[in-house]
Every structure is written in C-alpha cells, then in structure tokens.
C-alpha cells in the first residue's frame, strides 16, 4: 500500500532596487529583487515548506533560521536539496509540486522551464512532476505597487 501526504507552503520577501531577483534558482533581471537572509527565492522557500509540511516536519526557518550565518547569501536550491534530504530519510519521495508566484513584474514566462529544471534536478523527480505559474495582484497592494512578492506551492510525497 502507498502512502500519500500533501503540504502546503508559502513565503513572502520585499522586493530592493538594484538588488538580485532569484527565482527559481534563476537571476532574471529586474530592477528590483527580493531582499532576505538567503538569496531570497520566495519560489523555493515556499517548495521548501510545502515538502517539510508535508512530511510533518517544522517550517523552513525552524531548519534555515535567518540568524545562522551559515545561510547568509547562499542559494535556495542547496536548502532545497536539504529538505529533500530529510523527507528522504524517512522513506518519502516527491510525487508532485504545484506552485504559483504572484507578482506584477517581470514576467517570468520565459524562465519557468528553467525554474522546473532547476528544481526537477535537485529533488530528482521528472521536470513533468512540477508546474509554476504566474499571476498579478492587479496592482493592488504591496504586490500591486511591487513592494514585495509571494509564492505558494503544494506538494505531494508518497511512501511505499
């Protein structure tokens, strides 16, 4: 018999000037990026939580506290790779991740198959097993006045 769990996850980081706008493992050029401890990948962050979430595991900054010196600056996928790690040991596989990024700009159609790449390759699952997609607030709040941008993701692990 399989087991199957779901977790939900999402994040939310301002957005700089002049600052880097990773996302999804990729730096896309924007003349603001999100600010945070870590490179600040609001996308991965909310995967990341989703996954712990869903193998009853704490949340991302409980694992990846932004008070630890040891993720200053460094890459979302690597804590990616940690969470994956976890869930791992104890025997659960990623079936799927479904997640949405709600910001007004840049459009970040031309780099979602990258983002998949990216993430399929560090949790080693099928680049077919994970959707992003993109909405605008409207300009309607923070998001709206690009003051800030947010993820959500779901998740689906499975054990045997």
Do not use: Q
Request: charged letters at 25%; one cysteine or more; glycine letters at 8%.
């Amino acid at each position: 018999m399989t087991k199957i769990k779901v977790g939900f996850g999402f994040d939310v980081h301002p957005l700089k000037e002049n600052h880097p706008f990773i996302l999804g493992g990729v730096n896309i050029e924007h003349h603001v990026g999100a600010f945070g401890h870590s490179d600040a990948d609001v996308l991965i962050h909310a995967i990341c939580d989703a996954i712990l979430g869903a193998a009853g595991l704490r949340d991302i900054g409980y694992y990846f506290a932004n008070t630890d010196n040891r993720w200053k600056g460094i890459s979302s996928l690597i804590l990616l790779k940690e969470c994956i790690n976890m869930i791992e040991e104890k025997d659960w596989k990623i079936g799927n991740i479904d997640a949405m990024v709600c910001l007004e700009a840049p459009k970040i159609n031309p780099h979602v198959m990258v983002m998949r790449e990216n993430i399929a390759r560090t949790c080693s699952i099928d680049v077919e097993d994970i959707s992003i997609k993109a909405t605008t607030n409207e300009k309607m709040g923070f998001i709206g006045r690009e003051e800030g941008v947010v993820a959500y993701a779901v998740c689906l692990i499975t054990k045997s």
